[in-house]
C-alpha cells in the first residue's frame, strides 16, 4: 500500500560547503534548502530558528552533542550582528568549543574557509 509522501529530518548526512545563501535559504551539495541550518561533522541539518529569536542551550542541543569533534562554531544571526548570550557562550566553552557571532554572511564565507582548511569549525546558520 503506498504510504504517500514521507516527511523526514532535513539532513545531509557530509561535510559540504555553502554554494549560496539569500532568499530564506542555503544552496550546498547541489541542493537548496529553506530555512536555518547547522553544519556539523555529521551533516547539514534542518535548524528551528528565525531572524530575532532567542539562541539558547537548547537551540544548540546538536552542536554540544557533537562537541568532542568541534574547535570552533560560527553563529550567523541573519542580517545583522548579535552577541552570543553568556549562559550559551559558557556551555559551549565549558565543551571546550569557542564561538564567534557575526552576520550569516560572513558565516558562510568564514565557514567555507576553515572547512577548505580541514579545521574542526561548526557553523550555526540563521537563514536571511
Known amino acids: 500500500m503506498a504510504k504517500g509522501i514521507e516527511i523526514r529530518d532535513a539532513h545531509f548526512p557530509g561535510r559540504a560547503p555553502i554554494d549560496a545563501y539569500g532568499n530564506g535559504g542555503f544552496r550546498f551539495a547541489d ?6 541550518i547547522l553544519c556539523l561533522p555529521s551533516g ?16 544548540l542541543e546538536q552542536v554540544l552533542a557533537e562537541a568532542s569533534e568541534i574547535e570552533v562554531l560560527l553563529v550567523g544571526f541573519g542580517a545583522n550582528l ?35 582548511e580541514s579545521r574542526a569549525v561548526a557553523v550555526a546558520l540563521i537563514a536571511v
Do not use: C
Not at 31 to 36: A, I, K, L, P, Q
Not at 44 to 59: F, K
Open 31 to 36: 541542493m537548496s534548502h529553506r530555512g536555518s
Open 44 to 59: 547539514i541539518h534542518g535548524w528551528d530558528m528565525q531572524e530575532g529569536d532567542a539562541l539558547t542551550i537548547a537551540s
Open 82 to 116: 548579535r552577541p552570543i548570550p553568556a549562559d550559551v557562550k559558557a556551555a559551549l566553552k565549558a565543551k571546550g568549543i569557542s564561538s564567534d557571532p557575526m552576520s550569516t554572511g560572513a558565516a558562510v564565507r568564514t565557514f567555507n574557509i576553515m572547512l577548505a
